[in-house]
């Protein structure tokens, strides 16, 4: 005697449909909430004289589609010197200039990105999670 059976897979249809929108939406989550750390973290160890350089970092947001995504931070401070306006965020970062001050972070940017990338990826990561779960996953 032959058995059968019908699965309701719509359920499972409807995630898996869903899933790569509700990736990319964590994922867009995740990485602004590292950049708004990225740019705390360099705040914090760029060279302070008068704060120009510290309030020129800025973080220029997001761009890409899905979990294809670009996050750009940025730093200028201009000043003005003898001979006209002078970029002094490339003069130190780019450049590695700054003169002999021994406990200066001249490349702040970098550093901060580099000590803090595994923190963000968990952060991603998590984020993914967090909306797969509330897809039904």
């Excluded at 989550?29 to 760029?46: P, Q, T």
């Excluded at 997001?62 to 730093?75: F, H």
């Amino acid at each position: 005697m032959a058995n059968e059976f019908e699965i309701d897979v719509s359920r499972l249809q409807l995630l898996l449909k869903r899933s790569p929108q509700a990736a990319a939406k964590g994922a867009k989550r995740g990485l602004h909430y590292a950049l708004d750390d990225w740019k705390k973290e360099a705040v914090d160890i760029a060279p302070i004289d008068k704060g120009t350089l510290r309030r020129g970092i800025k973080a220029e947001g997001i761009t890409g589609n899905d979990i294809n995504l670009t996050a750009e931070i940025s730093s200028i401070a201009i000043e003005a010197g003898e001979s006209g306006n002078f970029n002094y965020a490339y003069y130190i970062h780019e450049l590695d200039a700054g003169g002999a001050r021994v406990n200066v972070e001249k490349k702040y940017l970098d550093k901060s990105a580099e000590s803090n990338k595994s923190k963000w990826m968990r952060w991603i990561e998590d984020e993914i999670k967090k909306e797969l779960r509330r897809e039904g996953w």
